[in-house]
């Protein structure tokens, strides 16, 4: 799942010569928000923002599910968004537009 910048078809292909499928994808219970310093948004889940006024359900991130990734692309990406600095690939959870089966 890839939010941002990496929705971009261009920019995917630059980073690794091809372009994987892409689903449009909705992943619950994280949100976008700016950070410091940067033009790209970052992204937390709701449960580290410890408000119980916030629902899991009461924001989501659109984004696409690219299916089809190999570890050496997956490396790729992790290099482009500076893994390990304000960035952690996890694996989730994510609905997919309808006619897709959800997937991790």
């Not at 920019?11 to 790209?40: E, Q, S, T």
């Not at 410890?50 to 599910?65: A, F, I, N, T, W």
């Not at 500076?82 to 690939?89: A, K, L, M």
Request: hydrophobic share 35%.
């Amino acid at each position: 799942f890839v939010y941002g910048t990496l929705m971009s078809r261009e920019v995917v292909m630059g980073l690794i010569g091809r372009c994987p499928d892409m689903v449009p994808a909705f992943l619950c219970n994280h949100r976008r928000h700016p950070v410091k310093g940067v033009v790209y948004p970052g992204m937390i889940s709701n449960d580290m923002t410890k408000d119980p006024q916030v629902s899991s359900d009461s924001y989501g991130v659109r984004g696409m599910l690219l299916t089809g990734m190999r570890p050496h692309e997956l490396e790729r990406f992790d290099w482009f968004e500076d893994e390990g600095n304000d960035y952690v690939r996890l694996d989730v959870n994510v609905r997919v537009q309808k006619g897709h089966r959800e997937s991790d």
